[in-house]
């Protein structure tokens, strides 16, 4: 579901090897990320892995409140799945659920073509819910990006970029 009012493109092309693809409803491939004990401990805190039932439920709110992509990276000829984001005014989840894509700088440029989409919709600023203390990637990727530190929160800190 697109964001109140906006129409959501089905992609955006990040560069000839790199796109987000409009969230369809289908995300079994997903599963698999997580699985992944340390990747959910970054994104809930918790190191449990989703259940398929969770993994519905998480993308089925993110998709009620924003546009939700699928990252995809060209790969032999074809673009496939690596990862996921959601975007809207407050917040930006991203993960990179393909292991062999993490520390590419591959989350820089989803966060940058995010900010200006959020640039084209006429926002001044976009907002991060949270990103925990012990995320250090996260923080590191999102700063680079312009993004500060506005608010504490329990595990870690709310940020915000202006646009």
Request: proline residues 4%.
């Amino acid at each position: 579901m697109a964001i109140a009012g906006v129409p959501q493109p089905e992609w955006i092309q990040i560069n000839q090897a790199l796109r987000l693809r409009r969230f369809d409803g289908t995300a079994d491939f997903a599963f698999a990320w997580y699985q992944d004990e340390e990747l959910v401990y970054l994104v809930d805190g918790v190191k449990k892995p989703y259940s398929r039932e969770t993994l519905r439920g998480m993308y089925a709110y993110l998709d009620a409140h924003g546009e939700l992509y699928f990252i995809e990276a060209l790969e032999n000829g074809a673009f496939v799945p690596i990862g996921d984001v959601s975007f809207w005014r407050e917040d930006m989840p991203i993960v990179i659920g393909e292991p062999a894509y993490r520390g590419r700088g591959i989350g820089r440029q989803v966060i940058l073509a995010l900010m200006d989409r959020g640039r084209q919709l006429g926002y001044d600023r976009l907002g991060v819910r949270e990103i925990y203390d012990f995320n250090k990637a996260s923080i590191r990727c999102f700063t680079a990006c312009g993004f500060v530190p506005v608010e504490r929160t329990e595990k870690g800190w709310r940020y915000e970029a202006k646009l």
